[in-house]
């Protein structure tokens, strides 16, 4: 399978693989796709750019959802190229300060991390100014003069908005800062405050037909053109003109230089602007810039033609999709959809009626005589029963399996005395579910990994028990009572040990996380719970102290 990634830019083979790609129309054209998320859009029969076009479907956000960094849309960049058109997604934040606008490119060596020229464009009422700063020699004098240069020509306008595309430039300025003298720190400072990242307002919300947000490929979208060769990401050539400079100081490769630095410059304007015209514009309906370009909200996809409709015939994409359609089962109107064909019509679906089960096993309890007088004239009024619920494993099976104690209520004619046979009453008291259940229960919870509602619904349709809704908590905590003892003991027996080991793993529960920690010895473990990391130095310091 052909992946692109970030090392085919220094490849012998990147033209031949990106040719392949590009003819493939391969999902890893788009720049930051993983090679994860191609294979789970391969598993579920989507290969390419333009089938990934036809996923993206618009989502209301939640009201209680979270403020967050917006996600990244593929399916929105693919839907993007497929129409060659500009999608708005939410509200980009594209406002600039009033005052002049300079527009920032430095250029580097990234073996070296050094810089040799930084080029700025000034555009301020209608007027456009355009200054290079260039670094002779890779020396770190010749780059900090090279700098202060720079901040001396940032000086001279009280208010500028400092734009640039990118962590380069900010990234090369807090770099070279630590070397500055205090003034020219000071100075750093307040650009970086006024620095504005083009390509972060883009960020998520605005997709232009580019399989990137690179600035070469947005500006190369928009009309504009370097007049040197152009490689995706890092220029390569950039870096040969800068050897050739510095080996015999050639004015040929300072000049071309030079020239990439401000048609880099140049491009960063033509897309910053183009950014503010589109989201001052609002772009709440489809609209064409004077370039040609068009540009649409999301908001409006749900509205297309294409989308799926509520009511009247369907329109499918291929013509063997409605002879599927029509030829398949389907039933879903006469099992799901009530409707009433008689005025005095009662509908079966209501609270079903309860069933009683046979019982496997009867036990029945008489009573011989009076407990009181020991007279053996005594009469049964009525009848009494208790049932216990449970499970039999079996070799061949599991079988739901209900014993029964009957008994009834007695008068004694001699006294009076009216009773119950002790022996019925200690029945009674045996929990209406045996055993066999709640380790069924208990075993699908935690090894099974079912919640409370499957597992009800497995023992209804399995074996025709219908339990309460809290009967699997009761469970629960009976089991835990049940085995406090032995989970106690646990306890006491590692810290009598010589050997202890002690961990901790973090758990996400709804509003709140927590900590697991875990015991362990050569033979024993032992887990519980707490909020916080502190919960096993106590145990661990009441270990130490009884070595």
Same mark, same amino acid.
């Given at each position: 399978?052909?992946?692109?990634?970030?090392?085919?830019?220094?490849?012998?083979?990147?033209?031949?693989?990106?040719?392949?790609?590009?003819?493939?129309?391969?999902?890893?054209?788009?720049?930051?796709?993983?090679?994860?998320?191609?294979?789970?859009?391969?598993?579920?029969?989507?290969?390419?750019?333009?089938?990934? &076009?036809?996923?993206?479907?618009?989502?209301?956000?939640? !009201?209680?959802?979270? =403020?967050? +960094? *917006? #996600?990244?849309?593929? &399916?929105?960049?693919?839907?993007?190229?497929?129409?060659? !058109?500009?999608?708005? =997604?939410? +509200? *980009? #934040?594209?406002?600039?300060?009033?005052?002049?606008?300079i527009y920032l490119d430095i250029e580097g060596t990234p073996q070296s991390q050094s810089y040799y020229l930084i080029?700025?464009?000034?555009?301020?009422?209608?007027?456009?100014?355009?200054?290079?700063?260039?670094?002779?020699?890779?020396?770190?004098?010749?780059?900090?003069?090279?700098?202060?240069?720079?901040?001396?020509?940032?000086?001279?306008?009280?208010?500028?908005?400092?734009?640039?595309?990118?962590?380069?430039?900010?990234?090369?300025?807090?770099?070279?800062?630590?070397?500055?003298?205090?003034?020219y720190k000071r100075q750093i400072d307040e650009a970086l405050a006024r620095s504005i990242d083009i390509l972060r307002v883009i960020g998520s919300c605005i997709y232009f037909p580019t399989y990137s947000n690179s600035l070469k490929e947005i500006a190369r979208f928009l009309g504009y053109r370097w007049s040197g060769p152009l490689v995706s990401g890092l220029n390569l050539k950039t870096v040969v003109w800068r050897d050739r400079w510095l080996?015999?100081?050639?004015?040929?490769?300072?000049?071309?230089?030079?020239?990439?630095?401000?048609?880099?410059?140049?491009?960063?304007?033509?897309?910053?602007?183009?950014?503010?015209?589109?989201?001052?514009?609002?772009?709440?309906?489809?609209?064409?810039?004077?370039?040609?370009?068009?540009?649409?909200?999301?908001?409006?996809?749900?509205?297309?033609?294409?989308?799926?409709?509520?009511?009247?015939?369907?329109?499918?994409?291929?013509?063997?999709?409605?002879?599927?359609?029509?030829?398949?089962?389907?039933?879903?109107?006469?099992?799901?959809?009530?409707?009433?064909?008689?005025?005095?019509?009662?509908?079966?679906?209501?609270?079903?009626?309860?069933?009683?089960?046979?019982?496997?096993?009867?036990?029945?309890?008489?009573?011989?005589?009076?407990?009181?007088?020991?007279?053996?004239n005594i009469e049964a009024l009525t009848r009494a029963s208790h049932d216990i619920i449970d499970l039999k494993f079996m070799s061949a099976g599991n079988k739901r399996w209900i014993t029964r104690f009957k008994s009834w209520r007695y008068r004694c004619d001699h006294c009076g005395n009216r009773f119950v046979l002790i022996s019925f009453q200690r029945c009674r008291k045996i929990p209406k579910y045996g055993r066999g259940v709640i380790s069924w229960c208990i075993y699908q919870l935690l090894v099974g990994g079912q919640n409370i509602n499957r597992i009800h619904r497995s023992l209804l349709d399995l074996f025709g028990l219908r339990l309460p809704n809290a009967a699997v908590y009761l469970f629960k905590g009976g089991a835990g009572e049940y085995f406090k003892t032995g989970y106690e003991k646990i306890l006491k027996d590692l810290l009598r040990g010589k050997l202890l080991h002690i961990d901790e793993t973090t758990i996400s529960l709804q509003k709140d996380k927590g900590y697991v920690w875990v015991l362990a010895s050569t033979d024993s473990v032992y887990f519980f719970y707490r909020t916080s990391r502190e919960g096993s130095f106590r145990l661990a310091a009441r270990w130490l102290w009884k070595a």
């Open positions: 399978m052909l992946v692109l990634n970030n090392h085919c830019q220094i490849c012998e083979h990147h033209d031949h693989c990106h040719k392949q790609a590009v003819e493939d129309d391969n999902l890893s054209l788009l720049s930051g796709i993983n090679e994860a998320q191609i294979v789970r859009l391969n598993g579920k029969g989507i290969f390419t750019v333009n089938q990934l &076009s036809y996923t993206f479907r618009l989502r209301k956000k939640p !009201k209680r959802a979270r =403020h967050s +960094s *917006p #996600a990244h849309h593929f &399916s929105l960049r693919a839907l993007a190229l497929r129409e060659t !058109k500009v999608f708005v =997604h939410g +509200s *980009p #934040a594209a406002t600039y300060p009033p005052g002049p606008r080029g700025v464009i000034t555009s301020h009422d209608g007027h456009e100014g355009r200054a290079t700063f260039w670094s002779d020699t890779s020396s770190e004098p010749d780059q900090l003069r090279m700098f202060g240069d720079f901040l001396d020509h940032l000086a001279q306008y009280p208010v500028y908005s400092l734009l640039h595309f990118g962590k380069y430039e900010p990234t090369a300025l807090r770099r070279i800062r630590v070397r500055m003298t205090e003034p080996t015999d100081h050639d004015p040929f490769p300072k000049a071309m230089l030079v020239q990439y630095n401000y048609e880099g410059c140049t491009a960063l304007k033509g897309v910053a602007e183009f950014i503010e015209k589109i989201v001052a514009a609002g772009c709440s309906d489809a609209s064409q810039d004077r370039h040609g370009v068009h540009v649409a909200s999301t908001s409006t996809l749900g509205t297309e033609k294409n989308e799926w409709q509520w009511y009247g015939p369907t329109d499918y994409a291929l013509e063997d999709f409605r002879t599927i359609n029509r030829l398949a089962y389907f039933d879903y109107q006469r099992d799901r959809v009530f409707a009433r064909s008689q005025r005095k019509y009662i509908r079966s679906l209501g609270k079903q009626k309860r069933v009683s089960i046979k019982p496997n096993k009867t036990i029945t309890l008489r009573a011989a005589k009076c407990p009181v007088c020991h007279s053996r």
